[in-house]
């Protein structure tokens, strides 16, 4: 198969994906709003379907580009929701809450909407983009990214649980605050971990490419103040007067701070990451 | 780091208590994030007078003042990491022992004081052993108390540390940060093969050996590659390598980074018909001669020359129609400026000038950051300690034996609710227990 053929096929099944990921949003919505037990457990099976056509998806583009594909905003961003959806997923399989797609879903379909809107060429990378710490710096941050965008859904909940405690049916179809906040702390736990990951390894590979293991690059520098704030989160969590409300909106926060990081300082501030211009010269 | 309050302190063990506590750690991560916006939207590390041109008086004093230029080597920001590096030093230095004693202790008989304590269920018979290696533990330990026999396991001890290694670990890498900052240099290095000379403030010298750029197909690159040679005082080479995007050539604690190209011709430059001066000019030098009189500017260069919808641009980055776009300065004034083919003469006034033998030239990058080893240590402490503080949380189960019956009770101070998750799930197929 060609590569053009091949990015057709890729085209093809990120498209499905999308379509399945809007069907279960949608399915996720009629759960929570009507009480339909049936539409959560068809939003769940479509999910599942979608993550496993976008897998193939990437798998595809895998191939045809020969090299692993994380290296432009298409790419992240396709790879940033199958992360989210990844993280669901196997949040939802170990805590059993189907309510968590009516708001987790929704983020995921907005990240898949703005790859939707990326350039799909595949181009060869540029010299610096040729390591291995590309894979391991940017797949960390896929599952990192993921675990925060489920964080941020589960806190959103949270919100609206704290805010609506005395309706019946905001108690009847969320679970306990508790329990929101225990979701969002292991997903954030988990986020934070591969975070940690993602600013490690790319200092690693800075050293490597840019001379200087950090910096103070918009890109990391935002990487760092998304780390700071999921670190006070962990911290408030154990401290009187921070758990509950508080540290969900620092949940939430950090979550901005994340797409921030991803889209906001590729298209708002000058970067090395944005692979624009190094040096005066033809770079 | 810690949250606790002691009855009535005297003011210096307040302060103390202050500077160690996690309210201040957090309190100065926070500000540390916040401040560090602002070099992200001011542009960084430009002269003085960039602000003054850009900025209207007021923005330009605050500026000034605060070093808002410079954010990251500002004195307020070293200080603040200062600051952030005495906190966790401190509360390491304080939590270390308390968090060992947790460790080594075999806590044996349920405390209901204790955190993270909860009692599992209670059953008139079990066996024992079955229930501890379905629970994930290893065969129990006995107790005698005055109430009965209690047998228990402890798992995950280290857990305890993991906080402790992510804070030192964050200590560490600081530190590193800052000693790179004072003891590292950096300094560049350019030109074509051929080209030899020292290496700024080290007693090495460098030479480029050869240069070259790999093209694809599509003309983009695919690498640019130096060879280089160095040199000890005594002209001993004690180097031969190459260097290449992502891989730097390293040598007696120094890394020489591939980090950029440009083009360079030979100029001739004439008075009156005679030589004045023939050199290397490079893209981006301007070359000042005869007393200030005359000066050219190396402004850009295109390979494969076309004019182009009114501008002078390349098709391709091959040498195919070499020209040389100059600015050319005469008594000080701009006085020309124009395209030239390689060969070709450039005449004013008394002076000309030609260029010819078009060449890329190798723009390199020589660091050397004594922080680096740290830094590593520092991060790979780091992810170890998260790891370790969030998925080897110290659990413990108890089986308490006695008149009134068997009872199980658990114990995680952090993970509670999973632990008894983890529980009921491990424990349902139990025959004895359920």
């Known amino acids: ?115 939707a809107m990326q350039s799909k060429d595949i181009r060869p990378l540029m010299p610096a983009l040729q390591s291995n710490w590309l894979s391991i710096h940017v797949g960390t941050a896929v599952i990192s990214y993921g675990a925060f965008g489920v964080a941020a859904g589960v806190s959103l909940m949270y919100l609206l649980r704290n805010q609506f405690s005395n309706s019946p049916f905001v108690k009847k179809h969320l679970p306990d605050l508790s329990t929101l906040d225990l979701i969002s702390y292991r997903a954030i736990a988990l986020g934070f971990f591969f975070l940690t990951l993602v600013i490690v390894t790319g200092a690693i590979w800075a050293e490597q490419a840019w001379a200087r293991y950090w910096s103070w690059d918009p890109k990391e520098t935002w990487s760092l103040i998304t780390w700071i704030i999921y670190a006070v989160y962990l911290h408030a969590r154990i401290m009187r007067g921070w758990q509950g409300k508080k540290t969900a909106l620092f949940s939430v926060i950090g979550f901005i701070c994340v797409l921030f990081t991803y889209i906001g300082v590729n298209t708002l501030l000058p970067s090395i990451h944005s692979y624009a211009l190094l040096l005066p010269f033809e770079w | 780091m810690r949250d606790e309050k002691q009855p009535q302190p005297s003011k210096m063990k307040r302060v103390y208590q202050g500077i ?71 509360c390491s230095i304080i939590r270390l022992p308390k968090l060992l004693k947790k ?61 402790w290694f992510t804070h030192i670990g964050l200590l560490v890498i600081i530190v590193s940060y800052l000693v790179g900052q004072i003891a590292g240099f950096e ?36 690498q640019y590659t130096s060879n280089l040679r160095v040199y000890d005082e005594d002209n001993t080479m004690i180097k031969e390598g190459i260097s290449s995007v992502n891989d730097p050539l390293r040598v007696e604690g120094l890394s020489i980074y591939q ?79 124009n395209v030239v083919a390689m060969g070709e003469e450039v005449v004013f006034q008394e002076y000309a000038f030609r260029v010819e033998d078009p060449r890329q030239f190798t723009y390199l990058q020589i660091v050397r950051d004594p922080g680096i080893p740290g830094a590593l240590l520092g991060g790979v402490l780091l992810i170890v300690g998260i790891f370790t503080a969030f998925y080897l949380y110290p659990k413990t189960l108890i089986v308490r034996e006695g008149p009134k019956g068997i009872e199980l009770w658990a114990r995680a101070p952090r993970g509670e609710k999973l632990f008894h998750s983890n529980l009921t799930s491990r424990l349902k197929e139990e025959s004895n227990w359920e």
Not at chain 1, 43 to 64: D, N
Not at chain 2, 54 to 66: K, R, S
Not at chain 2, 294 to 308: E, L, T, W
């Open chain 1, 1 to 115: 198969m060609g590569v053009d053929q091949s990015l057709q096929l890729e085209i093809t099944l990120f498209n499905l994906s999308i379509a399945l990921y809007l069907l279960s949003m949608v399915l996720y919505l009629v759960f929570f709003i009507a009480k339909k037990e049936r539409a959560g457990d068809f939003g769940s099976y479509l999910i599942k379907g979608g993550f496993m056509l976008h897998t193939v998806a990437l798998g595809v583009r895998w191939v045809a580009a020969g090299r692993v594909p994380l290296s432009n905003q298409y790419e992240f961003a396709t790879a940033f929701a199958w992360g989210i959806v990844l993280c669901f997923i196997i949040f939802e399989i170990k805590f059993s809450y189907k309510a968590m797609g009516t708001f987790v879903t929704p983020i995921a379909f907005l990240i898949m909407g703005y790859a």
């Open chain 2, 20 to 90: 160690h506590s996690m309210k201040f750690g957090m309190v100065l991560l926070l500000i540390i994030g916040v401040l560090s916006i602002i070099g992200t939207i001011l542009p960084q590390d430009r002269p003085l007078s960039f602000y003054e041109e850009e900025y209207n008086a007021l923005i330009y004093g605050i500026i000034e003042t605060f070093q808002l230029h410079s954010v990251y080597q500002s004195w307020w920001f070293i200080a603040l990491m200062l600051l952030l590096s005495v906190n966790l030093l401190l």
């Open chain 2, 103 to 163: 460790m080594k202790q075999e806590p044996s008989a349920p405390d209901p004081k204790e955190k993270g304590l909860f009692f599992f269920d209670a059953k008139k018979e079990i066996n024992r052993e079955a229930v501890f290696k379905k629970a994930g533990f290893s065969a129990p330990k006995k107790h005698s108390t005055g109430e009965g026999e209690v047998y228990y396991r402890r798992k995950h001890a280290v857990g305890h540390l993991g906080s």
């Open chain 2, 187 to 222: 300094t560049f290095f350019y030109g074509v093969p051929g080209v030899s000379g020292s290496i700024e403030d080290t007693p090495y010298q460098l030479s480029i050996e050869d240069f070259t750029i790999d093209y694809r197909e599509d003309n983009s690159v695919e």
């Open chain 2, 259 to 337: 980090n950029g190209t440009g083009w360079a011709t030979e100029m001739h430059l004439f008075k009156e018909d005679e030589p004045l001066r023939s050199l290397t000019l490079y893209q981006g030098e301007i070359h000042v001669d005869d007393d200030q009189r005359i000066a050219i500017q190396f402004y850009d260069f295109y390979p494969d020359y076309v004019f182009h919808q009114g501008m002078p641009a390349t098709r391709s980055p091959y040498p195919n129609n070499p020209h040389l776009l100059y600015v050319l300065f005469y008594e000080g004034l701009r006085a020309d400026m």
